[in-house]
Protein backbone atom coordinates (compact mmCIF):
# COMPACT_ATOMS: atom_id res chain seq x y z
CA UNK A 1 0.00 0.00 0.00
CA UNK A 2 2.92 1.98 -0.92
CA UNK A 3 1.47 3.38 -3.90
CA UNK A 4 -1.61 4.34 -6.25
CA UNK A 5 -3.87 1.93 -7.77
CA UNK A 6 -6.27 2.33 -10.37
CA UNK A 7 -8.39 0.01 -12.09
CA UNK A 8 -9.82 1.26 -15.13
CA UNK A 9 -12.78 0.09 -18.09
CA UNK A 10 -13.08 1.36 -21.75
CA UNK A 11 -16.14 0.18 -23.61
CA UNK A 12 -15.36 0.50 -27.12
CA UNK A 13 -18.36 -0.95 -28.33
CA UNK A 14 -21.71 -1.62 -26.89
CA UNK A 15 -21.85 -5.44 -27.76
CA UNK A 16 -18.26 -5.98 -26.50
CA UNK A 17 -16.71 -6.70 -23.10
CA UNK A 18 -14.78 -3.75 -22.04
CA UNK A 19 -11.04 -3.23 -22.13
CA UNK A 20 -9.26 -3.65 -18.50
CA UNK A 21 -6.75 -1.71 -16.99
CA UNK A 22 -4.84 -1.59 -14.31
CA UNK A 23 -2.45 0.93 -13.37
CA UNK A 24 0.67 1.30 -10.48
CA UNK A 25 1.22 5.18 -9.96
CA UNK A 26 2.85 7.57 -8.11
CA UNK A 27 5.70 5.15 -7.70
CA UNK A 28 8.93 7.34 -7.46
CA UNK A 29 7.77 8.59 -4.50
CA UNK A 30 7.65 5.38 -2.65
CA UNK A 31 10.40 2.95 -3.86
CA UNK A 32 13.83 3.56 -5.73
CA UNK A 33 15.35 3.28 -8.68
CA UNK A 34 15.61 -0.67 -8.09
CA UNK A 35 12.76 -1.45 -7.28
CA UNK A 36 10.90 0.29 -9.41
CA UNK A 37 12.50 -1.67 -12.16
CA UNK A 38 12.18 -5.19 -10.34
CA UNK A 39 8.25 -3.87 -10.16
CA UNK A 40 8.48 -3.40 -13.59
CA UNK A 41 10.53 -6.77 -14.22
CA UNK A 42 7.31 -8.49 -12.40
CA UNK A 43 4.21 -6.81 -14.44
CA UNK A 44 5.79 -7.35 -17.42
CA UNK A 45 6.36 -11.00 -15.94
CA UNK A 46 3.07 -11.59 -15.11
CA UNK A 47 1.63 -10.65 -17.90
CA UNK A 48 3.22 -13.01 -20.33
CA UNK A 49 5.88 -10.35 -21.53
CA UNK A 50 9.41 -11.97 -20.23
CA UNK A 51 10.89 -10.77 -23.61
CA UNK A 52 10.54 -7.39 -23.23
CA UNK A 53 13.19 -5.33 -21.30
CA UNK A 54 12.66 -2.41 -18.89
CA UNK A 55 14.34 1.08 -19.79
CA UNK A 56 17.24 2.45 -18.04
CA UNK A 57 14.65 5.20 -16.89
CA UNK A 58 12.90 6.24 -13.95
CA UNK A 59 9.65 4.50 -13.93
CA UNK A 60 7.08 6.10 -12.26
CA UNK A 61 4.01 3.95 -13.40
CA UNK A 62 3.40 0.97 -14.70
CA UNK A 63 0.10 -0.33 -16.46
CA UNK A 64 -1.32 -3.36 -17.33
CA UNK A 65 -4.11 -3.87 -20.29
CA UNK A 66 -6.23 -6.73 -20.84
CA UNK A 67 -8.49 -6.92 -24.39
CA UNK A 68 -11.29 -8.75 -24.46
CA UNK A 69 -9.91 -12.16 -26.56
CA UNK A 70 -6.99 -10.29 -26.81
CA UNK A 71 -3.31 -11.09 -25.43
CA UNK A 72 -2.39 -8.49 -22.77
CA UNK A 73 -0.17 -5.68 -23.02
CA UNK A 74 1.58 -3.67 -20.68
CA UNK A 75 2.94 0.22 -20.42
CA UNK A 76 5.89 1.64 -18.70
CA UNK A 77 5.75 5.43 -17.91
CA UNK A 78 9.41 6.86 -17.95
CA UNK A 79 9.16 10.53 -15.93
CA UNK A 80 11.46 13.09 -17.30
CA UNK A 81 12.16 16.56 -16.23
CA UNK A 82 12.85 18.62 -19.31
CA UNK A 83 12.39 18.78 -22.70
CA UNK A 84 16.17 18.51 -23.50
CA UNK A 85 16.03 15.46 -20.79
CA UNK A 86 13.87 13.30 -23.06
CA UNK A 87 16.01 13.98 -26.19
CA UNK A 88 19.12 12.64 -24.90
CA UNK A 89 17.61 9.77 -22.99
CA UNK A 90 14.84 8.74 -25.40
CA UNK A 91 16.02 6.58 -28.56
CA UNK A 92 12.69 6.66 -29.91
CA UNK A 93 12.51 10.71 -30.19
CA UNK A 94 15.11 10.62 -33.43
CA UNK A 95 13.00 7.65 -34.99
CA UNK A 96 9.78 7.80 -37.24
CA UNK A 97 7.44 8.03 -36.47
CA UNK A 98 7.43 9.12 -33.08
CA UNK A 99 9.83 11.72 -33.58
CA UNK A 100 6.44 13.79 -35.53
CA UNK A 101 4.66 13.97 -31.71
CA UNK A 102 7.89 14.73 -29.72
CA UNK A 103 9.33 17.70 -32.23
CA UNK A 104 5.57 19.52 -32.35
CA UNK A 105 4.83 18.87 -28.77
CA UNK A 106 8.42 20.14 -27.64
CA UNK A 107 7.98 23.26 -29.73
CA UNK A 108 4.40 23.86 -29.25
CA UNK A 109 4.16 23.31 -25.37
CA UNK A 110 6.66 25.46 -23.97
CA UNK A 111 5.03 28.31 -22.71
CA UNK A 112 4.18 26.80 -18.96
CA UNK A 113 6.89 25.56 -17.56
CA UNK A 114 5.76 24.19 -14.15
CA UNK A 115 5.20 20.57 -15.31
CA UNK A 116 7.06 17.21 -15.89
CA UNK A 117 6.47 14.64 -18.43
CA UNK A 118 5.71 10.47 -19.11
CA UNK A 119 6.93 8.90 -22.03
CA UNK A 120 4.63 5.75 -21.99
CA UNK A 121 6.15 2.66 -23.98
CA UNK A 122 3.60 0.04 -24.80
CA UNK A 123 4.97 -3.66 -25.19
CA UNK A 124 3.39 -6.67 -26.09
CA UNK A 125 4.01 -9.87 -27.25
CA UNK A 126 5.82 -8.64 -30.11
CA UNK A 127 7.85 -5.51 -29.00
CA UNK A 128 7.77 -1.74 -28.73
CA UNK A 129 3.70 -0.87 -30.12
CA UNK A 130 3.90 2.94 -29.60
CA UNK A 131 5.22 5.49 -27.54
CA UNK A 132 2.95 8.16 -26.32
CA UNK A 133 4.12 11.72 -24.74
CA UNK A 134 2.36 13.27 -21.51
CA UNK A 135 2.64 16.64 -20.08
CA UNK A 136 1.87 16.55 -16.88
CA UNK A 137 0.87 20.02 -15.52
CA UNK A 138 1.76 20.79 -11.47
CA UNK A 139 -1.57 22.65 -11.06
CA UNK A 140 -1.53 23.19 -7.45
CA UNK A 141 1.78 25.06 -8.18
CA UNK A 142 -0.71 28.30 -10.64
CA UNK A 143 -4.04 29.76 -10.55
CA UNK A 144 -3.74 30.60 -14.53
CA UNK A 145 -4.23 27.87 -16.42
CA UNK A 146 -4.13 29.54 -19.53
CA UNK A 147 -0.81 28.64 -21.22
CA UNK A 148 -1.80 25.02 -20.65
CA UNK A 149 -4.87 25.67 -22.98
CA UNK A 150 -3.01 27.44 -25.82
CA UNK A 151 -0.25 24.48 -25.83
CA UNK A 152 -3.20 22.01 -25.77
CA UNK A 153 -5.28 24.00 -28.60
CA UNK A 154 -2.04 24.31 -30.60
CA UNK A 155 -1.64 21.32 -31.16
CA UNK A 156 -4.93 20.27 -31.62
CA UNK A 157 -5.22 22.69 -34.38
CA UNK A 158 -2.06 22.09 -36.19
CA UNK A 159 -3.46 18.60 -36.29
CA UNK A 160 -7.04 19.01 -37.70
CA UNK A 161 -9.07 18.69 -34.42
CA UNK A 162 -10.53 22.23 -33.87
CA UNK A 163 -13.80 20.21 -33.63
CA UNK A 164 -12.65 19.05 -30.28
CA UNK A 165 -11.03 22.35 -29.34
CA UNK A 166 -14.54 23.89 -29.90
CA UNK A 167 -16.25 21.68 -27.82
CA UNK A 168 -13.97 21.95 -24.74
CA UNK A 169 -14.54 25.49 -25.53
CA UNK A 170 -17.94 25.38 -25.18
CA UNK A 171 -17.71 22.81 -22.08
CA UNK A 172 -15.29 25.37 -20.11
CA UNK A 173 -17.23 28.38 -20.82
CA UNK A 174 -20.54 26.04 -19.35
CA UNK A 175 -18.72 25.29 -16.43
CA UNK A 176 -17.73 29.01 -15.94
CA UNK A 177 -21.57 29.91 -15.83
CA UNK A 178 -22.37 27.09 -13.34
CA UNK A 179 -19.80 28.47 -10.95
CA UNK A 180 -17.35 25.65 -11.50
CA UNK A 181 -13.55 25.30 -13.60
CA UNK A 182 -12.56 23.31 -16.14
CA UNK A 183 -8.84 23.11 -16.29
CA UNK A 184 -6.24 20.27 -18.16
CA UNK A 185 -4.28 18.65 -15.50
CA UNK A 186 -2.33 16.65 -18.45
CA UNK A 187 -1.77 16.82 -22.00
CA UNK A 188 -0.95 14.03 -24.55
CA UNK A 189 0.49 13.49 -27.85
CA UNK A 190 0.70 10.11 -29.79
CA UNK A 191 1.96 9.82 -33.51
CA UNK A 192 3.14 6.26 -32.48
CA UNK A 193 0.91 4.50 -35.35
CA UNK A 194 1.45 4.59 -39.26
CA UNK A 195 -0.51 7.81 -39.88
CA UNK A 196 -1.89 8.03 -36.89
CA UNK A 197 -1.84 11.21 -34.74
CA UNK A 198 -3.94 12.34 -31.86
CA UNK A 199 -3.35 14.93 -29.15
CA UNK A 200 -5.19 14.20 -25.42
CA UNK A 201 -5.93 16.61 -22.51
CA UNK A 202 -7.72 15.38 -18.71
Not at 66 to 76: E, I, R, Y
Not at 123 to 152: C, M, N, P, T
Not at 171 to 200: H, N, Q, T, W
Request: glycine letters at 6%; charged letters at 30%.
Amino acid sequence: ERHQTTLGFEWTSQNSPPRIKVYFEELHYAYSYAQRRELSRGILDAAGLRRQSVPSESIAAVSADFDPGGAPSVKLFSLFRTWEEIGARVPESRREPWRTAWTLASRLWRREARAFFYVARRLDQEGLVSVKLYKIYEFARFDDFSHAWVEIGALWRLWGDSATASRVTRLKSFCERMGGRLYPVIAAADASGEGFRKADAY
